[in-house]
C-alpha cells in the first residue's frame, strides 16, 4: 500500500455529478473568464467570510502583487515578512518594486516572531505581512497593536488560511487585506490555479479589481487607470470551488480527525516532535489542518526511507528565503535567522487531506517507528 503526499481523486469522483451539471451551465453560457460563475464565487465568499469585497484572480501569487500595489505598496517602501514562508510572500512584495525585510520564525509556532518586528521598522517600512502556516494564524493580536502603533499597513499571507478565523473574524480581514490561494493542494483546492483578494477596504477592492485587468474598470474597458495585470479567474475553476465549498467543513472536519490519529500515534516515538500541535493547547480546536508537520533530527534519512517505502512527504520549506539566491543582494548571512533555519533541516509535512484513510496513516507512523527502531 502506498501513500500518496496528496490524492483528491476519490473526492472529486463522488463531487464530479454536481461540478459536471455546472459546468455545462458554464458552456451554455459561454463566458469562461470572470464570467457568471466567477462572480456567484466572489459573492459566495463574501458572505462565507465575512468580507466586504472579495476579488477573484488567477492565483494566489497574483494575488499577493495585486493586493499590495492596490495598499500603495511601490519602489522605496519596506514591507516585515517572515522568512520562513511559501517563496510568493518575498517574491510579491520584490514584484511591486518594494523591498522583503525578513524577520525569523517563533519555533514552536512556525509563525512571524512578533517579539522581533519593532527592531526591524525605519522610515521606509509600510507594511507587515504576517503569513498563516499550515494550521493556525499568526499572532493577530500582536501584529496588529504594533502596527497600530507605527501607522503600518497590515497585509496578510492567508493562502493557506481559508475557513481559519481569530476572534470571529476570518484570516484575511484581521489587517487590512489577504489573499487566499485555491492551489490544487490546498484546503479548498481548484483543478488547476485560482486565488482571490479579500478585504473590507473599499480603495484596495476597487483598486484590486482594476489591476486583475489591465487597470480598466469593468464597465469602461480599453481605458486604463492603472499599469494592470492580466489575472482573471477561469469560471471552470469558479465552479469546481463553488461545488466544492459544500463539502469545506466535512473535510476539514476530517483532516482533523487524522491529525489528531497522527498525533496519538506519533507521542510515544520520542525522536518525533510536532512543535505546532504542543504549542497550540486550547486553540488546537480552531486548527484548519492544511499541512500536518513533524520535526525530527533525522529528517532527511527519514524523507529517503519513506519515499522508498512509497509514502509521500513534503519538506516545508527547505530553503529559509533571506537565504535565497535572488535575494543575495539584500546580504543577509546564515545564522541570522537561527529558528527559521532550525526548521528548514528539521520540518517535514506528512500525507493529510480527506481522502486519506486510518489505515494509510497507521501505516505512515508505523514506518517512521520502524525507522527510528532500525536506527538504535
Ligand atoms: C500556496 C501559497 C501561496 C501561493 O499560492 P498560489 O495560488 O500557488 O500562487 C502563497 N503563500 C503561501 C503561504 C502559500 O502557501
Known amino acids: 500500500m502506498s501513500v500518496a503526499f496528496f490524492s483528491g481523486a476519490e473526492s472529486f469522483k463522488q463531487q464530479w455529478p454536481l461540478i459536471s451539471d455546472k459546468l455545462d451551465q458554464i458552456l451554455d453560457e459561454g463566458k469562461f473568464t470572470n464570467g457568471p460563475a466567477v462572480q456567484e464565487l466572489e459573492r459566495t465568499l463574501e458572505v462565507f467570510t465575512g468580507a466586504k469585497h472579495c476579488v477573484a484572480v488567477g492565483n494566489a501569487t497574483d494575488a499577493l502583487i495585486i493586493m499590495l500595489r492596490a495598499a500603495g505598496i511601490g519602489a522605496g517602501d519596506e514591507v516585515i515578512v517572515p522568512c520562513y514562508s511559501f517563496f510568493a510572500s518575498a517574491s510579491s512584495i520584490a514584484h511591486v518594486g518594494a523591498t522583503p525585510v525578513f524577520c525569523d520564525i517563533n519555533p514552536s509556532t512556525y509563525m512571524i516572531d512578533v517579539e522581533q518586528i519593532e527592531e526591524r521598522i525605519t522610515s521606509r517600512t509600510k507594511a507587515i ?60 483546492g481548484a483543478i488547476g490555479d485560482a486565488g482571490l483578494i479579500l478585504t473590507n477596504d473599499d ?65 510515544d516515538i520520542p525522536q518525533v516532535s510536532t512543535p505546532i500541535v504542543e504549542s497550540r493547547g486550547d486553540e488546537a480546536a480552531n486548527a484548519v489542518y492544511y499541512v500536518y508537520l513533524i520535526e525530527t533530527e533525522k529528517r532527511d534519512e527519514l524523507v529517503g526511507y519513506l519515499n522508498s517505502q512509497g509514502i509521500g512527504t513534503e519538506v516545508y520549506y527547505p530553503h529559509p528565503l533571506h537565504l535565497q539566491p535572488c535575494f543575495s543582494h539584500l546580504n543577509y548571512q546564515e545564522g541570522d535567522m537561527p529558528a527559521a533555519e532550525r526548521a528548514a533541516q528539521r520540518a517535514v509535512g506528512l500525507p493529510l487531506y480527506p481522502d486519506l484513510t486510518e489505515e494509510q496513516v497507521s501505516k505512515v507512523c508505523g514506518q517512521i517507528r520502524h525507522f527510528f527502531e532500525k536506527e538504535v
Open 203 to 267: 480603495s484596495i477592492a476597487l483598486e484590486a479589481r482594476r489591476l486583475r485587468i489591465h487597470g480598466q474598470d469593468e464597465g469602461t474597458p480599453y481605458i486604463h487607470h492603472s499599469v494592470g495585470y492580466n489575472s482573471r479567474m477561469d469560471d471552470i475553476q469558479a465552479a469546481v470551488l463553488l461545488t466544492r465549498l459544500q463539502f469545506l467543513q466535512r473535510e476539514i472536519a476530517r483532516r482533523a480527525y487524522l491529525a489528531a490519529s497522527y498525533n496519538s500515534m506519533l507521542a
Open 129 to 188: 505581512m504576517p503569513v498563516h502556516l499550515f494550521t493556525h494564524m499568526a499572532d493577530m493580536n500582536a501584529i496588529n497593536r504594533i502596527a497600530h502603533k507605527h501607522n503600518l499597513l497590515v497585509l496578510e499571507d492567508s493562502a493557506e488560511a481559508i475557513s481559519m478565523f481569530h476572534e470571529g473574524q476570518h484570516a484575511g480581514l484581521i489587517g487590512n487585506a489577504g489573499v487566499i490561494s485555491f492551489f490544487p493542494t490546498k484546503t479548498l
